[in-house]
């Protein structure tokens, strides 16, 4: 069974004068693993480049 997880964060929220100066964020222990252990190919960015939306357009 493969699993899928989506992190992700633009900023605190602004609440006028006041901005909230915390996040809470469960499941942040295995994003920071799984970024330690990534690695790129020379070969990736072209691969990237080069996919397609659904319709065929450059994403």
């Known amino acids: 069974m493969k699993g899928c997880s989506i992190h992700f964060f633009r900023g ?12 809470v964020n469960a499941g942040l222990g295995t994003l920071i693993e799984w970024m330690q252990r990534a690695r790129s190919r020379d ?15 450059p994403r």
């Open 12 to 23: 605190c929220p602004a609440y006028g004068k006041h901005q909230a100066g915390y996040c």
């Open 43 to 57: 070969e990736d960015p072209a691969y990237l480049k080069a996919q397609q939306t659904c319709a065929g357009k």
